[in-house]
């Protein structure tokens, strides 16, 4: 019963793991397919973070403006250009058809000629369901170039944010490990080193025993230090890459920050300036004598607000599918930088325990060629071996304990929750309060006919 159960659990934990739940299969396609199609456009938006040589970088602070009030006068205005910008821009939104069954066609893999080619037979895989809300927010607002309105560009940005931290990050976890490896590396030689003094002091033994003690014990505290020199050193990049890192996500998300803040102010803020237009306008119509003209300009006016609603919501939308791929490939990483680490562990301790077996075993059946006292040189032997299996498995082990960044960093640095979003829009409250004041104007008029 117990054991029936305790299978259950175990496959629960591997279903449930990075390897399995798609996870791994993701970043592998992010660094080699996702990230490598716009790596030009990435380049080009970064820049290496500061004077540092550890390969790390950062986003390049950009201009984010965004049109204002009388950029939109020309548009309504002008009926042939409003047509077009009706059309071919806010109706991508408007007139936006949502597929419910969104798969992709997959291949029969078979080596069946007659069966190969029958459609029937063919698989439906479905993408995954952040591509999906990608695909259809680009869709929706495909604008944001110099000339066209727009997204695309913070959406590059938030784009970015995710490519800087998959790649310093991912960079991170490497470094780390050749840290581990070069010491190991280190430590080897050192045991490799120390026979070799060990030796030497073996064959002064008989003629010269004061100086083989004094070769010994200089070579002992050489290589002591020496080990101590790659325990700081080695605990010293560790921290520079920690802090380097930390620098260069700080600085993207400040400079990512600045642009969110101001789009989505700048769009919050118009959406009133755009009733005010509305009340302007019937003012100037009724002066003018052509206040039959002014439920057209209250349409334009009121597609326009509810268009630049959708694209504060969808701002957030997009940021939300980013983050989440951010959240993931955090994890996916995570998972693979355990791994390595577990690997490291166990491989360098082994290997300098069969280095220091090694020269043991030799130092041991010179020792007993000559029929001297072999536990003088030994013992130090075994000293250094031991400190240094010790020592490559605590830096091992330190690859992946030592303080990693956590991915709140990230939104910590970007104040998500301090930033204004669609919730401050309120389009509905300033709609339904604009049609109580004509409804409460047309009363008035109704009220003022009657007398």
Request: aromatic share 10%; glycine share 6%.
């Amino acid at each position: 019963m117990f054991e029936w159960f305790e299978n259950i659990k175990t496959f629960s934990m591997i279903r449930k793991s990075a390897l399995f739940d798609g996870t791994i299969s993701e970043f592998l396609n992010t660094l080699n397919t996702d990230e490598g199609a716009d790596l030009h456009r990435y380049d080009e938006m970064t820049e290496r973070q500061g004077e540092n040589k550890l390969d790390y970088i950062q986003m390049k602070i950009r201009d984010f403006r965004t049109r204002d009030v009388e950029n939109y006068v020309g548009l309504a205005n002008d009926p042939a250009r409003w047509e077009v910008f009706e059309r071919e821009v806010m109706d991508r939104y408007f007139n936006d058809h949502i597929d419910l069954f969104p798969f992709k066609p997959g291949k029969l893999q078979t080596t069946d000629p007659d069966r190969r080619n029958l459609p029937e037979l063919d698989f439906n895989n479905p993408a995954p369901f952040h591509y999906i809300q990608k695909e259809m927010i680009e869709r929706r607002f495909a604008g944001g170039e110099l000339n066209d309105i727009g997204e695309r560009d913070l959406r590059d940005a938030v784009s970015c944010l995710r490519y800087v931290f998959v790649r310093n990050f991912w960079h991170l976890v490497v470094s780390r490990r050749r840290i581990g490896l070069d010491a190991v590396l280190v430590l080897a030689l050192i045991i490799a080193g120390f026979l070799g003094i060990a030796l030497l002091a073996r064959s002064l033994q008989t003629d010269h025993g004061s100086l083989a003690k004094g070769v010994m014990g200089l070579g002992t505290a050489s290589a002591l230090a020496a080990m101590s020199a790659v325990w700081f050193n080695s605990r010293h990049m560790f921290r520079r890459h920690t802090a380097e890192y930390i620098t260069s996500i700080q600085a993207t998300c400040n400079s990512l920050s600045r642009a969110l803040n101001l789009r989505l102010q700048n769009l919050i803020l118009i959406i009133p300036l755009f009733f005010h237009k509305i009340d302007k306008s019937k003012m100037e119509l009724k002066n003018a004598g052509k206040l039959d003209d002014w439920p057209v300009d209250v349409k334009k006016w009121s597609k326009l607000a509810f268009w630049i609603d959708a694209r504060v919501e969808h701002i957030e939308l997009y940021m939300q599918v980013q983050m989440w791929r951010i959240r993931r490939m955090h994890f996916g990483m995570r998972w693979i930088g355990r791994k390595l680490s577990f690997i490291l562990q166990i491989m360098g301790p082994a290997t300098l325990a069969l280095g220091t077996s090694a020269a043991l075993y030799v130092l041991h059946a010179r020792g007993n060629d000559a029929g001297s006292q072999p536990w003088l040189l030994l013992g130090p032997m075994a000293l250094i071996g031991a400190l240094s299996i010790g020592l490559a498995f605590e830096l091992a082990r330190r690859t992946y304990t030592m303080h990693t960044p956590d991915i709140s960093v990230i939104e910590t640095t970007l104040k998500t929750k301090a930033m204004q979003g669609y919730r401050d829009v309120r389009l509905h409250e300033q709609f339904a309060t604009f049609l109580f004041q004509e409804k409460m104007n047309t009363l008035h008029e109704e009220d003022k006919h009657k007398r």
